[in-house]
């Protein structure tokens, strides 16, 4: 149980090309995601907090205009990369947390995105 | 000072071995612990999860917390080539959780 799947796993692109990233819990619904972002030998760096049915919450330092997240269904979040940048390139994870409205339980992550922009 | 401190290792152990990964912490209202063990290029995999202390066993892995030393803990028994991974610890309260940094581990055949 606790499936968490992202999609795609791997995207090259242009400079200043948007770039889509969705993470779907697959057999629970998640009122709550997250969005990471990893470094080569760096823990996770958290970006964002997504909430079904509002705003996401963003870290400091983060660009909301440059990151758009979307959680419009208790089961698929979307980070878009707006015009991305060389920059931009990283691993992003998403995870999502169980129980609902319990936000004592843990998080389930996805298989991350690796994000190239030439 | 950091909410969480993890030893980034490289660990290199032979196979079979007991393997012991740490983590400290600064936060007593830490009330949930977990461990998730990383390949390359994937993401996190939850390995366990406890809200007390006390020791947690689950097949080969145990985790162990002392809150009063603000102190946990994975061990590894009989170790394999395939749990050669990253190992983060992360904690927290209900609001919010820490992750470590994380320690490489190498088990050799």
């Known amino acids: 149980g606790a499936v968490v799947s992202q999609h795609p796993s791997w995207v090259i692109c242009k400079s200043g090309t948007s770039v889509k990233i969705e993470c779907r819990s697959l057999?629970?619904?998640?009122?709550?995601m997250f969005w990471y972002r990893q470094f080569p030998k760096q823990s996770l760096m958290l970006m964002a907090t997504?909430?079904?049915?509002?705003?996401?919450?963003?870290e400091q330092g983060v660009e909301k205009d440059k990151f758009l997240i979307n959680h419009a269904s208790l089961t698929l979040s979307t980070l878009t990369v707006t015009s991305a940048h060389p920059e931009d390139s990283s691993f992003y994870i998403c995870?999502?947390?169980?129980?609902?409205?319990?936000?004592?339980?843990?998080?389930?992550f996805g298989d991350g995105t690796r994000l190239s922009i030439l | 000072q950091k909410e969480v401190e993890q030893d980034p290792g490289p660990l290199s152990v032979p196979e079979g071995a007991i393997v012991s990964l740490n983590c400290t912490y600064s936060?007593?209202?830490?009330?949930?612990f977990m461990w998730y063990r990383q390949y390359s290029r994937k993401g996190p995999e939850l390995l366990m999860y406890?809200?007390?202390?006390g020791n947690k066993e689950d097949g080969r892995f145990t985790a162990q917390v002392d809150k009063s030393s603000k102190y946990i803990s994975l061990f590894i028994r009989d170790s394999q080539p395939s749990d050669s991974a990253t190992y983060l610890c992360?904690?927290?309260?209900?609001?919010?959780?820490?992750f470590g940094t994380g320690t490489s581990l190498t088990v050799i055949p």
């Open positions: 995870s999502a947390r169980t129980g609902g409205a319990q936000r004592n339980q843990p998080q389930h």
């Open positions: 936060n007593s209202a830490f009330q949930y």
């Open positions: 992360a904690m927290g309260t209900g609001n919010q959780f820490y």
């Open positions: 406890t809200y007390s202390s």
């Open positions: 997504s909430n079904e049915g509002s705003k996401a919450t963003y």
């Open positions: 057999d629970f619904q998640a009122t709550t």
